[in-house]
């Protein structure tokens, strides 16, 4: 497996600390892999580490990759992708119409957005509130890419 991410987003390496521990508790090895250029991103580098799975920081990196593999000219080649996993982050496509539907962890924009309110609310009506932050965990769940 392996975790495909920008450099420097802050949120990603709190979302790579829970995929490789869960990672970890299910013995599969994973490895990041850094993504500078999503217009240089080369896919042999998932072809020769032999992955078979690829989680994406965000859908935006998993549409990036899944464009990549399908114009792919080479038969051989295309085998060989068609057995790499890939998931996203974000399940735009559940939110999206027109969007290729792809396998992805989906939430709940709402949940979090009303929550977000009730902070912001309690902290300007308690101007003695001074935490520096709330951490709080939402449920997740997977949006599944429908059967080609």
């Known amino acids: 497996m392996c975790f495909l991410t920008y450099e420097n987003v802050e949120?990603?390496?709190?979302?790579?600390?829970?995929?490789?521990?869960?990672c970890d508790e299910n013995g599969v090895n994973a490895e990041t892999f850094?993504?500078?250029d999503k217009k240089t991103l080369d896919i042999n580098y998932f072809l020769e580490n032999k992955f078979d799975g690829i989680f994406c920081f965000n859908d935006e990196i998993?549409?990036?990759?899944?464009?990549?593999?399908?114009?792919?000219?080479d038969t051989y080649l295309e085998e060989q992708l068609k057995n790499i996993k890939i998931i996203g982050y974000d399940a735009l496509a559940h939110r999206i119409r027109g969007l290729k539907r792809i396998t992805s962890i989906n939430f709940n924009y709402h949940e979090i957005a009303k929550k977000a309110i009730e902070i912001i609310q309690r902290r300007v009506l308690n101007s003695e509130d001074n935490s520096p932050f709330e951490k709080i965990c939402f449920d997740v769940s997977l949006y599944l890419k429908k059967k080609d």
């Open 34 to 36: 850094i993504v500078k």
């Open 62 to 73: 998993a549409y990036n990759l899944l464009y990549k593999f399908d114009v792919v000219e």
């Open 11 to 22: 949120c990603s390496l709190r979302r790579f600390e829970g995929f490789k521990k869960v």
